[in-house]
């Protein structure tokens, strides 16, 4: 499961079949149903196009960010600044919660609507600039796909957005292309 930053980010499909087919899965209700129950969203409607137009808006900078500090360049200060701008829509409210008999302490966004998902989208980011390692964030293999992973794995070794499609895809079409050159070699 991707962070939400690349959820969103990933929000514009290419066909990793490489039809060329492409789309924007943010007018996609039912994606876009699990992507806000994912980052927080609380109304009964789905976003109207103000609302789906800041989502694009923050993903056209996420894509912008992330190209930048995956090949180790550092973000700059109105790319910083834009990225606390997404922070401060959404403020959190700390609340200590026991579960198991473990207290942690909740942080509860206190918007509600497109500003408590932008912001959750915003801290997912954050948190990875924070705790994570940007070096770990990757393009899927396949060139026809094309989405933006976040590798985990112990080694670094991850190289498709998902091991049974675009792995098994370009693992297929290897296999075949060496079949070709076989035959005609």
Not at 11 to 32: M, Y
Not at 46 to 56: S, V
Request: with cysteine; glycine share 6%.
């Amino acid at each position: 499961m991707e962070p939400l930053w690349a959820d969103l980010i990933n929000s514009d499909w290419h066909d990793h079949r490489g039809t060329g087919a492409r789309e924007d899965r943010i007018e996609n209700d039912v994606w876009l149903a699990r992507f806000l129950d994912k980052a927080g969203w609380t109304a009964k409607q789905l976003p109207g196009q103000e609302e789906r137009q800041a989502l694009r808006e923050m993903r056209r900078y996420l894509v912008r960010v992330v190209e930048r500090v995956r090949h180790n360049k550092e973000m700059s200060k109105r790319e910083l600044d834009r990225l606390n701008q997404f922070l401060s829509r959404s403020p959190v409210v700390r609340r200590l919660e026991v579960d198991g008999g473990s207290p942690h302490v909740a942080l509860i966004p206190s918007a509600v609507g497109i500003d408590a998902v932008l912001g959750e989208v915003a801290a997912s980011f954050a948190e990875m600039m924070e705790n994570g390692d940007p070096t770990r964030i990757k393009t899927c293999a396949n060139t026809d796909c094309g989405w933006v992973i976040y590798d985990n794995s112990r080694n670094r070794t991850r190289r498709w957005c998902d091991k049974t499609e675009c792995g098994n895809l370009i693992k297929v079409r290897r296999h075949r292309e060496r079949k070709r050159e076989s035959r005609s070699g």
